[in-house]
């Protein structure tokens, strides 16, 4: 791999890395409905505000969300919204999973509907 290359895929890997907590997902998800103040993420987060910009300036840091200053306020929106197409896909899979896991559980005979070692049936 070229070193252009390589850099490119480190620079995806931050980003990925960036949203891999909960509580990051949760604030993307939460700017996806328009700008919010620190405070506001604060009380949806449930944590204490240290924690919450922290995880916030670490989202800015790989260029997920901007902040904006009003007054003694900060606000975060988000820089790509287009971040929520990649939660569409996260959802699609989850969706997959499920289903297959339904799936496979369905066509799955039983323990107790086979027969013992002796060839008797059991169940």
Known sequence: MDPQTLARFEARARIMKALAHPTRLFL????SGGEKSVAELTR???ADI???SKH?????????VRDR???????YSLQAPCILNFFGCLENVLRTAAEEQLRLAVSTPLAHD???ANGDATG
Request: hydrophobic share 50%; aromatic share 4%; net charge positive.
């Open 56 to 64: 916030l300036a670490l989202l800015r840091t790989v260029g997920l």
């Open 114 to 116: 086979t027969q013992n």
């Open 28 to 31: 993307v998800d939460a700017l």
């Open 50 to 52: 240290s924690t919450v």
């Open 69 to 75: 200053k009003r007054g003694t306020r900060v606000f």
């Open 44 to 46: 949806m987060v449930g």
